[in-house]
Nanobody
Framework: QVQLVESGGGSVQPGESLRLSCVHSGRLLSSSVVGWFRQAPEKEREFVGAIRWSNGLTYYADSVKGRFTIAKDRGKNTVYLQMDSLKPEDTARYYC???????????????WGQGTQVTVSS
């Protein structure tokens, strides 16, 4: 059974950093992609970034490029989202999800975690 569990959210001030973790249980295939998405109240879920499990290639939304970094630890079956220089507009619930291939659309991701809240406010 595939499960994804996020952790690491919290409340920070603008300019600070957070690192989210996504622990995946179940076998990750070489073709698997783990994506990060976020959803703010009354907004659609949006793509943040993704990483290919096979080779670690990463992809980012323009809004977070240069500030967020995705990495994986194969031994721990974990994907990280390092978020630096956080802004109030980054406030949202963050989800990790698994897909069989790279996609920027939430509908292409079959397995989802429960999410973790990130609040950026002064």
């Amino acid at each position: 059974q595939v499960q994804l569990v996020e952790s690491g959210g919290g409340s920070v001030q603008p300019g600070e950093s957070l690192r989210l973790s996504c622990v995946h249980s179940g076998r990750l295939l070489s073709s698997s992609v783990v994506g990060w998405f976020r959803q703010a109240p009354e907004k659609e879920r949006e793509f943040v970034g993704a990483i290919r499990w096979s080779n670690g290639l990463t992809y980012y939304a323009d809004s977070v490029k240069g500030r967020f970094t995705i990495a994986k630890d194969r031994g721990k079956n974990t994907v990280y989202l390092q978020m630096d220089s956080l802004k109030p507009e980054d406030t949202a619930r963050y989800y990790c999800a698994r897909s069989g291939g790279l996609s920027y659309s939430p509908s292409e991701y079959l397995y989802w975690g429960q999410g973790t809240q990130v609040t950026v406010s002064s």
